[in-house]
């Protein structure tokens, strides 16, 4: 199996996302796949958190899978699955994602549809089946509506309608076990944590940077 790991950022890197790169570029290694971190507008046109759809492109096709990251998410101190071999979903669906499948229905209901996968923006793993099942729907007139309003997701969410991928737990990751927010209940039993600004599931909000920084005084990363 020859994998990669994606991370995309556009503009100059803070603190927190030279942080990430160097974990995420350290956890490629132990998984024995490459690295590469994507930088600038790489798909014209679309909002920074969609620069992300270029991990559908044919330049990755010798890879089997392909791992998209958020530049914002660190590994657990300890550690020890490999997301390449130890999952088989595409991407997180629990929790928030079961709530944001039938918002996007109602603001977008000519592009979007409960019936089909809706994955959450932060990670995707995608074999190279998928990602040839779903880049010859990509369409940037459907896709530019949603820059500043799902993103990356919804655009995902309407390639999933095109290509008949249903919403069923085969096409999900475990859980929140690879996407787990720095917020969210039992962060300790996670493999993958993605640092946001909540302190707290219900607020209040500080800097990202603050809530990692936390999470290394407290031995998690």
């Known amino acids: ?3 990669i790991i994606l991370q995309h950022y556009n ?11 160097e974990n995420i570029e350290k956890y490629a290694k132990k998984c024995g796949v490459d690295y590469k971190l994507v930088t600038g507008i790489v798909k014209p046109g679309l909002s920074n958190q969609s620069q992300k759809m270029c991990m559908l492109d044919e330049q990755w096709d010798d890879y089997d899978i392909v791992v998209m990251m958020d530049i914002d998410m660190f590994t657990r101190r300890g550690q020890t699955k490999n997301i390449f071999t130890d999952d088989t979903g595409v991407g997180r669906h629990y929790g928030i994602q079961t709530h944001l499948i039938k918002q996007i229905n109602r603001s977008h209901p000519l ?3 409960p019936k089909y996968a809706y994955w959450g923006g932060s990670i995707y793993r995608l074999t190279k089946e998928m990602r040839r099942t779903l880049r010859p729907h990509f369409n940037m007139s459907e896709a530019i509506q949603f820059n500043g309003n799902y993103n990356d997701e919804g655009i995902m969410h309407r390639l999933a309608c095109l290509a008949n991928i249903k919403n069923d737990k085969a096409y999900y990751l475990d859980k929140q076990k690879w996407n787990h927010a720095s917020f969210e209940d039992e962060v300790e039993k996670a493999e993958i944590i993605h640092i946001r600004p909540k302190v707290t599931r219900t607020g209040p909000k500080r800097p990202k940077i603050d809530n990692y920084r936390s999470l290394v005084e407290r031995g998690i990363i």
Do not use: D, F, P
């Open 1 to 3: 199996m020859k994998g």
């Open 111 to 113: 592009l979007a549809n």
């Open 11 to 21: 503009g100059e890197m803070g603190e927190l996302e030279i942080l990430s790169s």
